[in-house]
Structures are given as C-alpha cells and as structure tokens.
C-alpha cells in the first residue's frame, strides 16, 4: 500500500544533542511537510518542500532544519533539542498545493528530550 | 485571514447514536478544500473526508458526512452509529486556493460510551 512511513515512531535525545527524524513516502507526492504537535493542540507547520524547493513558515526557530534529498525522503534535522521541542513530529504528503489537495500523515514521532 | 474554529473541545456520544462534531471556518478565498481528520491516541493523522467548496452536495465516506453550509462557512461532521473505536481528536482543517497551508481547528475530544 502507498503511504507515509516515519521513523523512528518515538526518539529520546538529550538536551542540545542533535537529532534527524526521518520521513519516506511512496505516494510520489510533490509536496512534504513537518508539523509540530504538541499535548491537546493542532499541528503547527514547520516548513514543505514543494519538489526541491524549501518553504520555511516565518515563526519556525533555526534550531530546525530539513532537507530532501529525492522524491520519496524528507529529514526534520533539531540542531540543539530544548525541554520544549519534545512534541510529536508529524509528516505530511500532498500531490500538489491546490485546494483540493489533501494531505496524508504518517504516524508521527514522538520526541523526548532528557 | 485564514481561520477554523472548532467550539466543542470535548464531545460524549453513546455507542451506535450519531454525533455532530462542530466545525466553522472563515476565508476570503472563493475556492477552498475543507478537510477532517481523525487523530487516535497514537498520534497518526488519519484522513476521514474531503468537501470542494463549489461541491453542490455534501461529501459522505461511509459513516462519515459533512454537512456543508457555505452561507454560514461551516462544516460539521456527522459520524453515525458511532463506535468504540471512534473515540478520538477530530481536526477540521482548510485549505485555501491560495498560500500553501492547511488550516487547523483546535480539536475535538470524542468520547464514545458503550
């Protein structure tokens, strides 16, 4: 079956050690996103790829990077983890951008920070 | 501005009634997607359904309907005969034609009681 596969499903790091989540998809999707979720609230995204190009929101820390290396992975690389990055980390596909374009998730990683 | 506002943080239901999970929106775009997504306890975003907002009737995928009114911007959720596995966050989201984001409501807490 076509999906969205992160891994790991849960990572524990400690405090400024960095850390590369991973997200792979076989959709063919042109676009990835990361999301930021933390207890009791919605997704807030991070930043997309739309194909190679990087999309960053105005309000993401430069603590957070990503990078896409081809079509079918997306990295979420945390230079310097603080006690308030631990959140679950969500992954996003869509075909393209429209607004008829939904957006399939994986099923996140949960990220401890010691 | 783009926003979604969802009023019903949590929401009881008994197991094989239906329920109304409550869901408005406000755009100035006059071509949009509206979205739900169901979030278990595990954390994976799961896409339940899809309303175009030139869709002249309302979207329905299984036990999922969305009661669409464009005149108020709102899009409920309707989920009927409800199960246990039911219980859950729902997000009401909303892509807009333009810009790049989906757009989340807060949430709502489903609690389906046997």
């Known amino acids: 079956d076509a999906m969205v596969i992160q891994n790991p499903r849960y990572q524990v790091t400690q405090f400024g050690k960095p850390v590369t989540l991973s997200c792979s998809q076989t959709?063919?999707?042109?676009?990835m996103y990361w999301y930021q979720q933390k207890s009791s609230q919605a997704p807030k995204l991070l930043f997309h790829?739309?194909?190679?190009?990087?999309?960053n929101e105005a309000d993401t820390p430069d603590n957070f990077q990503s990078r896409r290396p081809n079509t079918s992975f997306c990295f979420l690389d945390i230079r310097s983890p603080g006690l308030g990055d631990a959140a679950m980390y969500l992954c996003?596909?869509?075909?393209?951008?429209?607004?008829?374009?939904?957006?399939?998730f994986g099923p996140g990683t949960r990220l401890t920070v010691l | 501005a783009q926003k979604i506002t969802q009023t019903q943080p949590g929401m009881f239901v008994q197991e094989k009634e239906a329920v109304t999970l409550d869901c408005t929106y406000d755009?100035?775009?006059?071509?949009?997607?509206l979205f739900w997504y169901k979030q278990p306890s595990s954390g994976e975003m799961i896409f339940l359904i899809y309303?175009?907002?030139?869709?002249?009737q309302n979207a329905t995928e299984g036990r999922y309907s969305l009661n669409f009114q464009k005149a108020r911007k709102s899009a409920n959720l309707v989920i009927s005969a409800s199960q246990l596995g039911d219980s859950a966050m729902y997000f009401c989201?909303?892509?807009?034609?333009?810009?790049?984001?989906?757009?989340f409501g807060t949430g709502t807490s489903l609690t389906v009681i046997p």
């Open positions: 959709l063919n999707h042109n676009v």
């Open positions: 309303q175009g907002s030139y869709d002249e």
């Open positions: 989201a909303m892509r807009p034609l333009t810009g790049n984001q989906f757009y």
């Open positions: 996003a596909t869509s075909r393209d951008r429209s607004d008829t374009d939904t957006q399939y």
């Open positions: 755009t100035s775009d006059q071509s949009y997607g």
């Open positions: 790829y739309y194909d190679k190009d990087f999309n």
